[in-house]
């Protein structure tokens, strides 16, 4: 079981907006703003698309946006896209046991 | 073009041992913090170990779950990472990645393909 808790499905149709939640606690989520998050096609590597909480990498789409609110972070796809079908994962530091804890990941879908 | 290329995997029985690498290019590993995380089949991510950069020493940090067991090491002049893995159980079994730490920003921006390790009898 991981310890940040997300949805294991989303979906939506091409165009539309979703949004991909990621619940912690305070020892982790709640206590820093060190939550990022990763876009991962079936057979490839991770891929970062934001990090603390709301910054994007060099390259990656404005629609891809972050935020958080007290031990939950949500990331939100606008213009949802073919390319955006992926799992996506986030990630927060944490105060106690490991020093950083994984979402189960979520499975994004485009009808 | 940053890259980072793992190597290593395989078929191994409990309590055996396995060294994973981590070629990279394009950057000079030294400078950076490096980690290793794994994916178990099905599973979410999971944090595994820290190698962190010269200027700290190359110090090192584990997940409790490994802690004691896996070792991570450098070879600067062959600018790569190792996973040294040393009494391996069943729930070891995952794709392990290689991941460069985003310079202080609590974020892994580069990550390899991974390599995968199966722990069975």
């Known amino acids: 079981q991981s310890a940040l808790t997300q949805p294991a499905s989303v979906s939506g149709s091409p165009g539309q907006s979703i949004t991909v939640s990621c619940t912690g606690t305070s020892s982790d989520v709640g206590a820093y703003n060190h939550v990022s998050w990763y876009q991962q096609h079936p057979g490839e590597a991770p891929k970062l698309i934001l990090y603390?909480?709301?910054d994007r990498p060099s390259g990656i789409s404005d629609r891809f946006s972050g935020s958080k609110s007290g031990n939950t972070a949500s990331l939100t796809i606008s213009g949802l896209q073919a390319d955006d079908e992926a799992v996506y994962s986030c990630?927060?530091?944490?105060?106690?046991?490991?020093?950083?804890?994984f979402g189960g990941g979520t499975k994004v879908t485009v009808l | 073009e940053v890259q980072l290329v793992e190597s290593g995997g395989g078929f191994v029985q409990p309590g055996g041992s396995l060294r994973l690498s981590c070629a990279a290019s394009?950057?000079?590993?030294?400078?950076?913090?490096m980690d290793w995380v794994r994916q178990a089949p099905g599973k979410g991510l999971e944090w595994v170990g820290r190698?962190?950069?010269?200027?700290?020493?190359?110090?090192?940090q584990y997940a409790a779950s490994v802690r004691g067991r896996f070792t991570v090491s450098r070879d600067a002049s062959k600018n790569s990472l190792y996973l040294q893995m040393n009494s391996l159980k069943a729930e070891d079994t995952a794709v392990y990645y290689c991941a460069k730490d985003l310079s202080g920003r609590y974020a892994w921006d580069q990550w390899g393909r991974g390599t995968l390790v199966t722990v069975s009898s």
């Open positions: 990630c927060s530091k944490s105060i106690i046991g490991s020093p950083w804890v």
């Open positions: 603390e909480v709301s």
């Open positions: 190698s962190r950069d010269k200027g700290s020493g190359y110090t090192t």
């Open positions: 394009g950057f000079t590993l030294s400078d950076q913090y």
